[in-house]
Structures are given as C-alpha cells and as structure tokens.
C-alpha cells in the first residue's frame, strides 16, 4: 500500500466531491420518523436517499452495485455490493444512517441545524458527523484500494434511514437481505465517537437506553394553590420521591440492582489508557457553565459512569407550565420523561418492566401513578479483537493520525451494533467515528471536523485491505458452519 498516495487521493475526494455534496444534504431537514411522523410525505428523506445514492452510483469502482429498497410501511434503505478482489467466502458489512436529529435551540449566529457553514476544518450544520459523511467515506475507502489494485474481501454498505428513532425498520430489512449480505466477518461501523482528533477511536461497548414517561396525577382538575397546599401533596413532590427510589439524588447512584452490573475488568484497563490519554478533556469538553464540577472522583470513574454504569436523564417535562402563564395553582398532574442509560450487558426489556414496578407499587398517599414505557435499545459489548485487527488498526492510526490507537466505550446506543452481534457472534467490529470533543451531535453547532474524517477513510481502507490478507482461522470450515448456524438460528426462533 502506498500510504501517501491513498492520502492524497482521499482528501481530493473528499474536497473535490464528499464536501460539496454533505452542504446539500445538511440543507434537507430529514428528521428521523420518530421527530417527523409524515417524513413519507414532506419527501425530505427520499430527497437525502437519492442525493447519496446518486453519489455513490457515480463511483468508478469495478462490479459496484447501488440499490435503494423500500419495504412495505418503512423508512428506505440504501444496499451496495462491491465484489471481492479475490475469491473469500465472507464479507464486510460496513453501516452508516442517513436521516437526522431535529433541529435544538441554541446554534450560534450565522449557524442553523440546515444551513451548511465551512469555518477552518469544520462543517457545520446537522447530520454531516452524525452520520451523512459514512456512505462517502466508506465508499471512497473501498475507491481507494481499486485505484492501487489492493485486495478486499467483498463489502456491503448499509445506510439506513431510522437510527435515530432506534432502528425499527433495520430488523426486517436485515431479515430481507440475509442470503445477499451473506456470511460476515467483519464489522465496520462510521457512526461511534472518539475521545479526541489525534488518532484513532475504537469504541468497544456501548450503554443501552431505557425510557419512558412516569405520570403523577393528584387532583382532576388545578385548585387555588393557598387554600389547597399543605392538604394535597404537589405531584411533583411525588415525582421527586418516586425517582429517590431508583436514584441516589446526591451522588446520581442508581439503586435498582437490575440496572448495576460488573464491568470486565479489561473495560476497567482500557478506562484508565483512555484517561491517560485524555486527562480532564474527558469531562473540559462539555459546555459546564462558571463554578459547575464533573460528578466522579477521578476521571477512570467518569469513564467508567459514562459507558458502564447506569444514569438517570430527565428529557421533558409536561404538565407545568411556561412562567408567564405560571398562575398560583397547584396542578392536577405532571409527566416526566424518564431516560436511563443501562449498562451494556443489561437486558433493556427487563429493566423496563422492573422500572414500571418500582414507581407504580405503593404509590406515596395513593396517588395515581403510571410509568408507560416508550423505547428500549440494547447495549453492546464488543467481543474481543483477533490479533490482526488489534494490529491492524493500531497501524492505521500510527499511518494516518501519527500516534497509537484508542479503545473506549461510548455512553449512547447504537442498536444496530447489537442485533449484529447477536447475528453474527464471530465477527470481528470496527465501531469508529468523528464525533469528538464539542462536535455536539443532537445538539447545537453540530460539526463535523474533517481532517478526522478523511484520516479515518484511509484507516477503514488500510483494515479493510489487510482483512483480506489476514491468516486463514484454524478449522476455518468449522468456524464458517459455526457462523453460518448462529446466523439462522434467530430467524428460526423467529418462526
């Protein structure tokens, strides 16, 4: 491989086509379903789907074939195949997601969630990191290789269109495409973070999402707050009792024993590398306000609160109203919309039914309380590398980014990542990403920091390439029919 010139035609890529193509996506609002319930009409995300599919069908790389499926009632999902450069009996599947989160309050002046501004090495504006660059980047990495007759297995790219509504066309179209996306041995993902820009990030588990809205109600309609407080409890007293029982207010501990588990202890170890790494740029990189200090007592513990153990988000409020229509009235009702990030070995559907008994059981003085699950997502915990991608990829990031690579967990929820692991329990993963220090995904000032972007395609390149030349396994037959039968197994139990 000739590294400098698989740099140099990466960033012309990048400059020349990838840049002017992710300013007209970040221009098309296509919110996820679950922010925009008649996405199908508006037409935002089929206008997004044909612009990269149009992109990606222009690509000069021999046997490249784009496809764009739409089943029945579902969000699209863009499908390639580009064929192996040699004969190989497994494949790469590398994953990305087109559509968006909605717009947030707070960009600064001259930025907006679909007005697309390049400042330095940053382009700004929602979606273009979180994930529009993955089909360009995965597509110009697998380019790369063609252009200096490197070999790949064969790859498939998948772009789907719901990740941000927690992936619930993804299944089907995963069941849909089984026989074509064929046997995988490798997984790589462009929709995970990094801890900084100087090298490159392998997020190894991810927290699973458990969520819902927990409702108080204590009276059937508001009464005059003077003549009824000190009789009737506030409902959001009851709200802040309730949520005692699954959080240490004081110290953000959660309680509930099925949301605690033991974090491996090679998690533990690579907590610490990446404080080292990292130092107080682990918790420097949020936007504290004067006076504000981080939770934990040193920054391997804020690691480890952020990717293994279990916290408590409160997201919306309903039932209180704005101040300047604030009366003195002691409401009837209040609704918090209860988000809890669970370890990554959690089961989500369990955590959920045991959320709704801890809240509704015994409720204080009798009120009438009501916890309606709304969405779960499971966690994921990577298996372990296979020496020739731990080497790989720290030679990639020593290539391209000039130091060692990373290892971290990440706090969100890919769901994807554990429906294929559960899919495919031998793959290996690459779970990488752009997002790093204040690049605010979901937020305000979104940004996708491109030096890291074009450094991270000529890493997926590098271990894409030296997947292919990887040593064959012992009992290879044996551990494709392994594969193959794990593969089959859900969709019997399915049937």
């Not at 380019?143 to 007759?149: C, K, N, V």
């Not at 508001?222 to 409902?235: K, L, N």
Request: charged share 25%.
């Amino acid at each position: 491989m000739d590294k400098t010139a698989l740099q140099r035609f990466v960033d012309e890529t990048w400059s020349a086509t990838i840049v002017p193509t992710l300013r007209d996506y970040i221009e098309i609002p296509n919110r996820s379903p679950v922010f925009d319930a008649d996405w199908a009409k508006h037409g935002h995300m089929d206008k997004a789907v044909a612009l990269i599919e149009g992109w990606c069908a222009r690509r000069p790389i021999a046997g490249l074939e784009v496809e764009v499926l739409r089943l029945p009632g579902r969000t699209p999902l863009i499908y390639m195949e580009i064929p192996a450069t040699a004969e190989s009996r497994d494949t790469v599947l590398l994953y990305g997601h087109l559509d968006k989160q909605p717009e947030f309050t707070g960009w600064e002046a001259g930025l907006g969630p679909w007005t697309p501004v390049l400042r330095g090495d940053k382009l700004y504006g929602r979606g273009g990191a979180d994930d529009g660059y993955s089909a360009f980047a995965a597509l110009t990495a697998i380019e790369a290789l063609g252009r200096q007759h490197l070999a790949h297995a064969r790859c498939v790219v998948l772009i789907e269109a719901g990740e941000e509504s927690g992936s619930p066309d993804l299944p089907a179209y995963i069941e849909h495409l089984a026989d074509r996306i064929g046997d995988v041995s490798l997984v790589v993902c462009l929709d995970s973070g990094c801890g900084n820009y100087d090298q490159l990030w392998s997020t190894t588990s991810l927290r699973g999402l458990v969520a819902g809205d927990l409702t108080v109600e204590v009276l059937r309609e508001g009464v005059h707050s003077g003549s009824a407080s000190g009789i009737v409890p506030s409902s959001f007293r009851v709200l802040r009792v309730l949520l005692s029982r699954l959080e240490d207010e004081a110290t953000g501990v959660i309680k509930l024993k099925e949301l605690r588990v033991a974090i491996p202890r090679q998690r533990v170890e690579q907590a610490r590398g990446t404080a080292r790494a990292l130092g107080n740029q682990v918790w420097a990189e949020f936007p504290f306000v004067d006076g504000m200090k981080p939770m934990g007592k040193d920054n391997v513990e804020r690691i480890l609160n952020r990717t293994w153990r279990s916290t408590l988000s409160i997201t919306g409020v309903d039932g209180i109203p704005a101040l300047a229509s604030a009366g003195n009235v002691l409401r009837p009702k209040t609704t918090f919309k209860v988000s809890v990030r669970v370890p990554p070995t959690a089961d989500p559907e369990r955590a959920t039914a045991k959320l709704k008994q801890l809240f509704e059981k015994s409720p204080p003085y009798g009120a009438k309380v009501t916890f309606t699950g709304e969405k779960s997502g499971a966690g994921w915990n990577a298996p372990k590398l296979a020496p020739w991608l731990e080497k790989s990829v720290d030679s990639a990031s020593r290539a391209f980014f000039g130091k060692p690579a990373c290892y971290m967990g990440e706090g969100g929820t890919i769901p994807f990542m554990a429906m294929l692991g559960r899919k495919y329990p031998l793959a290996q993963f690459l779970i990488t990403g752009v997002l790093g220090p204040h690049s605010n995904a979901h937020g305000p000032n979104e940004f996708l920091h491109l030096p890291t972007a074009r450094k991270l395609t000529c890493c997926v390149a590098q271990v894409v390439h030296e997947h292919s030349q990887r040593a064959p396994a012992k009992n290879a037959e044996k551990v494709v029919g392994k594969r193959q039968r794990a593969a089959r197994a859900p969709r019997r139990a399915a049937r």
